[in-house]
């Protein structure tokens, strides 16, 4: 399995102290922020995309060329990359060079977002949404895989022998996960082609995503790419802890009562008892994200969100201490035990290659 850290990238005033970082600071923070998470040994590092105010990751292919350039294990990823209001091809073109640009450390989670006004800003409008995400797929997919590309649809103009440029590092195009909340469409797209599936279950009960999940677990088998317990799947999660739960319980409260997203709704309590947010010790957060597998399965991913509702950098950095050193270490060797040999492992540059050169099939 991997695991990682993904960030929203918002710039949210710390409530226990009134002070609000600028976007300067909050953009080093995520560079800060990812960096160390490869010091601990987390594997994967994700940033949102987002183009309005408090956010500030409008660009994700800069930051994560930046965190490349800086790292040299750490998968590279997008919490979101917005497939309905970005071009597919220069979603093609920038993050084909990203990905050799990090000697193919690069993967993708194809999303929608969930700020509306993003479409008129970009020209498009909501109420196509899922069909943008449907087309703009399908025109990303053959960009990829196609050298040259004739194509004609309902939301952008037609191509005539087009090359994205430059190709795939090693004619491999990067992972794809669909990212998902609520949408059966996007899980049946995500089976339609073979990608991974990322279920961001960190606002629902477990029965929704549950739902989703096994859908697109039947719909991969369906299109021929393996079993249900072969498909890709990724999780997201919430935490914060001390070795103590009553000081994270103390300590978090303000930051979860004023949080941008949930702030002034349900209480704290409430919302850990029906998502997986687990407020508490190290010990409580591996025994929570234990039971994600008897919810969903096994499954290839888990990303924590730890950078949130205003949080200081400090704070953050001593959450993913805690993350790498106590938590993920016990998690690595408990989802091991028991995990069936057919169950994949999370796709990476290297293991596409090595799967295309095997000539077995990696996507429909």
């Not at 998902?180 to 049946?188: C, L, Q």
């Not at 190290?282 to 234990?290: F, G, M, N, S």
């Not at 919810?295 to 969100?305: A, C, S, T, V, W």
């Not at 290659?353 to 095997?358: F, P, Q, T, V």
């Amino acid at each position: 399995m991997q695991f990682g850290i993904f960030s929203v990238g918002d710039v949210t005033t710390d409530p226990t102290t009134g002070r609000t970082p600028t976007e300067h600071e909050r953009i080093k923070a995520m560079v800060t922020i990812a960096l160390k998470a490869e010091e601990v040994g987390l594997d994967v590092f994700a940033t949102g995309e987002h183009h309005n105010p408090p956010f500030v990751p409008s660009s994700p292919t800069t930051m994560l060329g930046h965190i490349a350039a800086r790292t040299e294990r750490l998968i590279l990823s997008t919490a979101t990359t917005l497939i309905t209001t970005n071009d597919p091809v220069k979603i093609a073109e920038d993050y084909a060079m990203l990905q050799h640009l990090a000697d193919g450390r690069v993967d993708l989670m194809m999303g929608r977002g969930n700020t509306g006004p993003v479409y008129p800003w970009f020209g498009q409008d909501i109420r196509q949404g899922i069909p943008l995400a449907i087309e703009n797929y399908a025109l990303l997919h053959r960009l990829w895989r196609e050298d040259v590309v004739d194509w004609e649809g309902r939301y952008r103009t037609p191509l005539q022998g087009f090359t994205s440029t430059p190709r795939p590092l090693d004619g491999v195009p990067p992972f794809v996960w669909h990212g998902s909340i609520r949408t059966p469409e996007i899980a049946e797209q995500a089976a339609y082609y073979g990608d991974g599936f990322f279920a961001n279950n960190i606002f629902w009960p477990k029965e929704h995503f549950m739902r989703l999940i096994n859908l697109y677990r039947q719909r991969y088998a369906h299109y021929g790419h393996g079993t249900p317990e072969q498909a890709i799947v990724g999780l997201g999660g919430q935490v914060f802890m001390r070795r103590n739960s009553q000081d994270a319980v103390r300590e978090f409260r303000p930051y979860f009562d004023n949080a941008p997203v949930y702030g002034h709704g349900p209480s704290l309590e409430e919302f850990t008892a029906e998502t997986p947010l687990t407020v508490g010790s190290p010990q409580q957060v591996i025994d929570r994200t234990l039971k994600f597998r008897e919810h969903f399965g096994d499954y290839q991913r888990q990303l924590f969100l730890m950078d949130h509702a205003g949080l200081p950098l400090k704070t953050v950095l001593e959450q993913i201490d805690l993350l790498g050193e106590e938590v993920v270490p016990v998690l690595r060797e408990e989802f091991a035990k028991g995990r069936p040999a057919e169950v994949p492992d999370a796709p990476t540059h290297a293991s596409l290659l090595a799967a295309r050169d095997s000539g077995a099939p990696v996507t429909a």
